[in-house]
């Protein structure tokens, strides 16, 4: 020991070098300073800055040993030994080489390279390397959309954004045990932009499972690269394997087409397409079409078509224009073919394009609009109802001058059609309705009471002539003789006060109050003595005379939080998986909100709604509606609508039934809602719907019955058939959609009068960091249309793309 000691002394002397402990941070200094001594880091060059345990310096090339650091421009080079030479820039480096920084927060490790500092270029070897992460001491935070690891024997930086990485890997995952990477033989970064990845086998978990003569990582903060996407898969009881492709086409920054097809082995070929575009900020077009040619299973053609188009814009002189139209080519083809249980069981094709500009209190609207109700599988078993082009004009309920009256009005000037089997008008109709409305708001010791008064004139440039008949098929002629329906409506309304009560105390940590509102209002409606030869379109040709009486009351409850602190959601769960609707979308189609998992509830104390129930009835003075009704037969009237959206008028009543509206939210996670319609002259329920929701932690439940009895009508042989209809729906899931780990749900539908499970599904997912994995399975069981099996399946890499046929649009989370 004594000997290694005396032989350390001696090369100190002889070289003076004088010899610190490694926290010395010792600095080359110029000419004219003693070298041999440790100074502070000091600046070399204009832009370089240089400090190392051991330095010496031979004019302009320094040899530098021991936690050697080159701090240039928004570059930091450090390594064990160095040789650098400050007139060219150059860098050779050995030992634990790291070179980061950059607008990009590159990483580079390696065992030796050579760099210049002056053109960002060099030459690296037994690489690892990160684009978009900065590393804090042992924790990685991305700073980009897009991180990107890669290793390389040998890595060249060509540019000050440009690498060329040589027999190595690229993976999103995080070095040095990713779930997934790309084992390539050369790739072609753009830091920024892209890697173009050349010979390259994609291996999971370092099991090589596919082999891509080129491929492209995204490496900048917005991915729109033009390109083929990764293939889909599937396996389908009637449609058999499934395999697909698709390319996208970035055309601009505000616009790109998404164009593919799938190929069904045991159907035919499906193609489908996506064009997007936001040319401003408050303007955009998402435009989505899908077919299948069939084959035909079993003798029968299911095939067809869907397109749709949602599309708004503003403009000048607070103009905006709204387009949702929706082409479908037939009921059948929407039943067996679309994957969503809701869209594939709706009947209705509804597409409606306005013009609307607002000024002052004057809205002026120009509309177009179809309506299609699929009765049945049968082709050509359709109502369609057209809206040509027309002008609705319409005013805000606001003060008549100095008086103490209130008014409004509504007009509109349409062309119209409508055709259904054994049925059909002109191919186009005019309509010119007119409805002025006064009315006189009065306020006294908390009642309020609203007399009202309107007209309404209608004319019509066709008219109905009924067949005579009782049978619901019995719908009569349209004939081409104008008809002129005139109406003139009392209305009051009183509302007396409201009665409250503040409970003393708190419970569950809140104030309670309750209140109820009853209200009242009599109407009256006389004029109406041609309702019969009124061609029906929609709610302002269903206006009959009536004189009758409504009554209801409302009860609410609220709670107030005593405490001012802030409450933290939670976990968001699972929020599209719902029962009886889906999550408000946003404005714009492809744009989704995503929220945190610890985001802060707004700032308490708030008051909440936690409890609302309203319980309504009416009682018709005249129940004939002044003629307007037909026995035998389901009546739709203005009075009816208003009250429930479920028909009950098939003979002459005075009571209508009793109905009820249930909610109960006790927080923003927690939903329930009982809507409920009792004929207290049929005694039964005419409608029940129970909707049920709660996310807790993790935990997602989900609960709905939907029971529906509507009251037969006379048919053409005489006999009475009521429609009845009982599902009860149910979801489960544990997770979210961007959990770590496992998550998984189910989803079932099942049908009562059929005693059978119409839909059913589950979902498993399992997210690493860098990908993750959805498996998932569908039953079908739609009448005799439909009867399918589905496996559906979906690969992701992070920031890359997905592999299978399980679209985000159509999972359960």
Known sequence: MATRTRLLITAAVLCHLLLAPRLVTSQLLPAAAQPNLPQSPSKVSQSATISATQQEKDGAIYKLHGAVKID?????????????????????????????????????????????????????????GTIGIKLRSSRAVFTTANPFFFTGRVVEKTGPDHYVVTDGTVTTCELPKPKWQFSLHKAVVDVGGNAQIYHSTFRVEGVPVLYLPFATHPVQKEPRQSGFLIPNLGRSSTRGFTVGESVFWAINRSMDVLAGAEYFSQRGWAPDLEFRARPTENSFADLTYFSVFDRGINGVNQGGTEARLNAEGAFAHDVRAVANIDYLSSYVFRLAFSDVFAQAVNSEVRSQAFLSNTTGSLFLNAVTSRYQNFQSTTPGDVITILHAPGIEVSSLDQKLGSTPFHGYFDASVEGLSRSEPSFSTAPLLGRFDLNPVASLPLHFDG??????????????????????????????????????????????????????????????????????????AYTYVTGVENFANILRFDERDILSDTNEVEYAIVNRLYAKRSSASAENCGSEGMPALLIG???????????????????????????????TWELAQKYYLDPTFGGSLVPGRLNVLTSTVGLTGIAFLTEARRLSPLISRLRVSASGRSDMEWDMDYDFRAGRVNTSTVLFNHHFAQITVGAGNA???????????????????????????????????????????????????????????????CCGVNVEYRRFSLASVRNENQFRFTFSLANVGAFGNLRRGERLF
Not at 93 to 99: I, N
Not at 481 to 498: D, W, Y
């Open 72 to 128: 240039y421009g928004v570059y930091t080079l450090t390594a064990d030994d160095v040789t650098y030479n400050s007139d060219s820039g150059d860098v050779e480096a050995t030992g634990h080489l790291v070179l980061e920084g950059g607008p990009n927060d590159e990483h580079i490790r390696a065992s030796r390279g050579k760099y210049n500092v002056e053109h960002e270029t060099g030459r690296f070897e037994d690489v690892t």
């Open 447 to 520: 009642w309020s009471v609203r007399p009202e008064l309107s007209l309404r004139d209608t004319i019509y440039t066709q008219q109905l002539v009924p067949s005579g008949g009782i049978a619901s098929t019995d719908v009569g002629v349209a004939l081409s003789n104008s008809i002129n329906r005139k109406a003139l409506q009392g209305t009051i309304e009183v509302r007396p006060p409201a009665l409250d009560r503040i409970f003393d105390g708190e419970f569950l940590g809140r104030k309670w109050k309750h209140v109820v509102e009853p209200r009242i």
């Open 707 to 769: 029971f529906l009895f509507v009251p037969g009508q006379t048919g053409s042989a005489g006999t009475n058939s009521a429609v009845r209809f009982n599902q009860f729906r149910g979801v489960l899931g544990y997770g979210s959609p961007n959990k770590r780990g496992f998550s998984g749900a189910i989803n079932l539908g099942y049908d009562a009068r059929r005693d059978q499970v119409q839909y059913g599904s589950a979902q498993l997912a399992y997210n690493w960091d």
């Open 581 to 611: 609707a889906a999550p408000r979308p946003s404005r714009v189609p492809w744009e989704r909100t995503q929220r945190t998992g610890k985001e802060t509830c707004p700032q308490q104390p708030g008051t909440r709604e936690i409890v």
